[in-house]
């Protein structure tokens, strides 16, 4: 029986792949440089290669690269960029058809607590969820399930009383490495990755409805 439903947030509640991958397409740009989409496919889902892209555009640039300078930039223009974004499809449907069915939320991301929390406050998204979980409550980045074991404790669910909703390979992993049962949604640069461990995999939360999505995957 599905008690909690627990959600992974870039790329699955907001699309902030695309905003962030903007920051390094102007990055490698100002360097003349062609941006290596298939590096940042690496990244998704994922804190365990953050300094690939710097590594490389160094590399290519055979510059000492100023990231004390640079990367705050970055950073500050990703959130630039993120701001303008809103919830990706079918994300408010299924919370809405959450609350009505009395069902507990909880988000479950690599990603760091100020910028989850930023944008689910700027979202009027953050009474929803009982539990916002991020880097900072697990030892280690997705596909290490640290991050969803500390939202199965906050909510107070068992692993086979909550589904998990990913749109990175990783974050399945991680997911199905906790012991839940998780929802593939491909994002904007996942699309190619390895779904195969997923429960099941939608091509966005609009074209399914939330009610015959629990009950194929064990009711609610």
Not at 67 to 77: D, Y
Not at 78 to 101: F, M, S, W
Request: charged letters at 20%; proline letters at 4%; a negative charge.
């Amino acid at each position: 029986m599905i008690r909690a439903l627990i959600f992974d947030f870039d790329g699955l509640i907001i699309d902030s792949e695309t905003a962030i991958s903007a920051t390094w397409i102007e990055l490698y740009a100002r360097y003349g440089l062609p941006f290596p989409e298939h590096l940042f496919r690496r990244m998704v889902g994922t804190r365990e290669f953050d300094g690939l892209l710097w590594s490389d555009l160094a590399e290519k640039t055979g510059l000492a690269l100023d990231l004390a300078t640079l990367e705050p930039a970055r950073r500050a223009r990703g959130v630039e960029l993120a701001n303008r974004l809103q919830p990706l499809p079918g994300v408010i449907t299924h919370l809405d058809a959450a609350a009505d069915a009395g069902l507990s939320l909880a988000v479950a991301s690599s990603s760091s607590s100020w910028w989850v929390s930023a944008h689910l406050e700027r979202l009027g998204l953050a009474e929803r969820f009982s539990a916002v979980c991020t880097r900072e409550l697990a030892g280690r980045s997705k596909p290490d399930p640290g991050v969803y074991l500390a939202a199965l404790e906050l909510l107070g669910v068992a692993a086979d009383e909550a589904l998990a909703f990913e749109d990175s390979q990783a974050g399945i992993a991680a997911a199905k490495a906790a012991g839940l049962r998780a929802v593939a949604v491909p994002g904007s640069f996942s699309e190619q990755m390895d779904f195969s461990a997923a429960d099941a995999v939608v091509a966005s939360l609009a074209e399914v409805e939330p009610a015959v999505l629990w009950a194929r995957l064990g009711g609610a």
